[in-house]
C-alpha cells in the first residue's frame, strides 16, 4: 500500500486513502452531560469521499457532533490542538479535572494515527505482526517507534500479501 506517513490515512468509513489532510476530516462526538469527548474517526472530507458529498460523515446528523478539518489535527499545530483534550493547562483550568475524553485508549489511537511516522499503514498488519511473535517481548515504546513500524510494514506489505489476505 505504501501511505506518505502522515499525510495519508485511511478513512475509518469507506476504508480508501485519504490522499492529503486537506482532504480529510476529524470527527467525533461530545456526550452534553458529561461533556466528555468520543467516538473520533477520521473519515474523507464531504468533497473529497469517494461515496459523494457527505458519504463518509458518520456523526454530521447528530447533535452532539463536532469536527474539523484533518490539517487542522497534522504537524506541531495540530499536536497543539489535539493536548487540550488531555489537558487545557493551569492558565484555563487551575483545578485540574482531568481530560475532556471518555475513552483515552480510544484517543490515543487517534494521537498515535496522528502524529507517530508510519502507524497508519503499520496498523494494518498488527494483528498478524502479533499472531506471529513479529513483536517479541517489545518494550511499549519500542512497539511504536517510527523504525519498528517502518520494518512491520516492509516485512509484511509485499505485492503477494494484501490485508485482505491475512
Not at 87 to 97: L, N, Q, R, T
Amino acid at each position: 500500500m505504501k501511505l506518505k506517513p502522515l499525510e495519508e490515512f485511511l478513512c475509518d468509513s469507506c476504508g480508501e486513502v485519504i490522499r492529503t489532510p486537506a482532504e480529510g476530516w476529524l470527527e467525533w462526538l461530545e456526550d452534553p452531560a458529561s461533556l466528555k469527548d468520543y467516538g473520533f474517526r477520521i473519515v474523507h472530507h464531504s468533497l473529497s469521499s469517494p461515496r459523494g458529498p457527505g458519504g463518509c460523515y458518520q456523526h454530521s446528523h447528530r447533535p452532539e457532533s463536532q469536527n474539523l478539518h484533518l490539517n487542522e489535527f497534522t504537524g506541531p499545530e495540530g499536536f497543539a490542538r489535539l493536548l487540550p483534550f488531555l489537558d487545557v493547562g493551569p492558565y484555563h483550568s487551575p483545578a485540574y479535572s482531568g481530560p475532556t475524553v471518555r475513552d483515552m485508549r480510544e484517543f490515543t489511537e487517534i494521537l498515535r494515527r496522528l502524529e507517530i511516522p508510519y502507524y497508519e499503514e503499520a496498523r494494518i498488519w498488527w494483528d498478524k505482526a502479533l499472531s506471529e511473535g513479529f513483536f517479541g517481548d517489545a518494550n511499549p515504546v519500542w512497539m511504536y517507534h517510527p523504525v519498528t513500524l517502518k520494518a512491520l510494514i516492509d516485512r509484511y506489505d509485499t505485492e503477494k500479501m494484501t490485508p485482505d489476505r491475512r
